[in-house]
């Protein structure tokens, strides 16, 4: 497809559980960056790559948080031990460049994940 | 934590009415864009307007930036019921190289 695709589009984990979220940005697309959204709230950034390279990763909001990119296109989001307040919609976006100004990001549908 | 801020938080309008939503922030920009969110589904992109830009338009969309004092205003025209949708304004900043959005602006468009 020609857009920013992620699986799964929803995801009930119990707490302690760990989770794998997918990322499959626009092929080409240098940027990657993954978002967590919750109800009512705008995205907060979680990380950012640029190809296979984690430029910043100063939104993951604990160590049971990790991302990664090995070969610059698909990308996945794991959380360890998941946690209740771990619920909301985890955004993957990418844009063909990581510079000004060509950084209109293109957004994927989403994964809800609700912990129970 | 989010840079912007939108107001208003929710706005209610007929169909056929403008609707102006505004966006603040606070560091220094290279651009800022706005997203809309239909319930449940991802962000798509409207328009990017970069700091040396005062106004751009996009169809119905007239986006302004006054960098000085760090806002910018969405104005949507002549609008449809499918504009219903949450509204954010995104900054990127080049020395971050992230976009951080606002809060958002829940608008509904009444038929």
């Known amino acids: 497809g020609a857009g920013v695709s992620q699986s799964p589009r929803y995801k009930v984990a119990k707490r302690g559980q760990d989770v794998a979220l997918r990322c499959d940005p626009i092929?080409?697309?240098?940027?990657l960056f993954w978002y967590q959204q919750a109800l009512g709230q705008g995205p907060e950034f979680l990380t950012y790559?640029?190809?296979?390279?984690?430029?910043?990763k100063s939104g993951l909001p604990s160590d049971r948080f990790f991302a990664e990119r090995p070969e610059g296109s698909v990308s996945t989001l794991k959380i360890q031990r998941t946690q209740q307040e771990d619920s909301a919609v985890y955004l993957c976006?990418?844009?063909?460049?990581?510079?000004?100004?060509?950084?209109?990001?293109?957004f994927g549908q989403g994964t809800r994940l609700t912990v129970v | 934590s989010q840079q912007g801020e939108e107001d208003p938080q929710a706005l209610s309008i007929q169909e056929g009415e403008n609707a102006t939503m505004n966006c603040s922030y606070k560091?220094?920009?290279?651009?800022l864009q706005w997203y809309r969110q239909n319930s449940g589904r991802g962000l798509v992109h409207l328009i990017l307007i970069r700091s040396n830009e005062r106004e751009k338009h996009s169809g119905r969309l007239r986006v302004t930036l006054d960098t000085s004092k760090k806002s910018s205003s969405l104005l949507i025209t002549a609008s449809r019921a499918a504009d219903t949708a949450s509204y954010f304004c995104?900054?990127?900043?080049?020395?971050?190289?992230?976009?951080?959005f606002g809060s958002g602006t829940q608008l509904t468009v009444l038929p």
């Open positions: 790559f640029q190809n296979e390279a984690q430029l910043d």
């Open positions: 976006a990418s844009s063909l460049s990581g510079r000004a100004p060509n950084t209109e990001a293109f």
């Open positions: 092929s080409g697309h240098v940027s």
């Open positions: 995104a900054t990127f900043s080049g020395s971050a190289r992230q976009l951080t």
């Open positions: 560091t220094s920009i290279n651009n």
